[in-house]
């Protein structure tokens, strides 16, 4: 199987996606969508982006590796009544079942960030949407101080080397690279704009709940666990991963914790 495909196929990240619903809500706020609008949605998970999208009257079309979350993502599209929105498998370096310059948006929420061949990924993304459409995506900053930056840094101390060519998804968050990987699609460095944005995580659980649904469900976390356990070193990482949650906590009931994360915004022209 496909190594990515793996990753999150493990566990079931839709336990981590429900404290993220508020967040992926507030960000459709924000795109400008307008009915009858064709939207991808890449590395959609269960549809935290796609199904409010849906909601605000656009056609969507969800797309993540992992065939759990799209069946999670139809059944949600299905519970909520929407016709205008449908899941399927794919892979983000390899969009080959989707049109050319199809799309108005497409968007991709911390999901095509953690594809294996960033380049492959730009040109593809680059490819279903039509001229003058948008790309948005959302990546997390490496090294930043927030929460995801220092679960993925956190977890990667604890966890074997990558394998040789690994690309790491964090430099997604790196503008110059980005860039590079968009000029590399055929864009001009002028149609790609970024800005530095906040995604908030709310759950009812209190810090350590919510740290556990990341060591019991979402794959990059699960693997650290794995690792460490073997090491000895299982409870150092239980530690480490605790005082972090609960260091960024600002709610006194409970779990809520903002994460900064680029935004890019890619124009392509008409």
Not at 31 to 47: E, S, V, Y
Not at 48 to 62: F, H, K, M, S, Y
Not at 234 to 255: K, V, Y
Request: hydrophobic share 45%; charged share 20%; proline share 8%.
């Amino acid at each position: 199987m496909n190594p990515n495909q793996a990753l999150w196929e493990k566990g079931d990240f839709t336990q981590v996606a429900a404290a993220m619903r508020d967040s992926g809500a507030a960000l459709v706020d924000r795109l400008g969508i307008t009915p009858g609008m064709k939207l991808l949605d890449l590395g959609c998970g269960d549809g935290t982006t796609a199904l409010p999208a849906a909601q605000r009257g656009a056609e969507v079309t969800g797309v993540d590796i992992s065939r759990p979350l799209v069946e999670a993502g139809n059944r949600r599209a299905q519970a909520a009544g929407l016709k205008n929105l449908r899941f399927q498998q794919g892979d983000a370096c390899d969009l080959r079942d989707l049109p050319d310059g199809y799309f108005d948006l497409v968007v991709s929420i911390f999901g095509a960030m953690f594809a294996p061949r960033p380049f492959d990924v730009a040109k593809a993304m680059v490819r279903v949407t039509r001229p003058g459409g948008r790309i948005v995506m959302g990546n997390w900053i490496p090294n930043d101080p927030t929460l995801v930056a220092q679960i993925l840094r956190i977890s990667a101390a604890y966890s074997p080397p990558p394998p040789e060519g690994f690309v790491s998804p964090m430099t997604w968050g790196i503008e110059s690279l980005v860039t590079e990987r968009f000029v590399a699609a055929g864009l001009p460095p002028g149609a790609i704009a970024f800005e530095r944005d906040s995604y908030t995580f709310r759950d009812p659980a209190p810090p350590a709940g919510f740290l556990q649904k990341f060591r019991q469900f979402y794959g990059p976390t699960m693997n650290a666990f794995e690792a460490a356990e073997k090491a000895g070193r299982a409870d150092d990482l239980q530690q480490e991963l605790q005082a972090l949650f609960e260091s960024h906590n600002t709610s006194a009931q409970g779990t809520e914790i903002a994460a900064a994360f680029l935004r890019v915004t890619v124009t392509l022209p008409r």
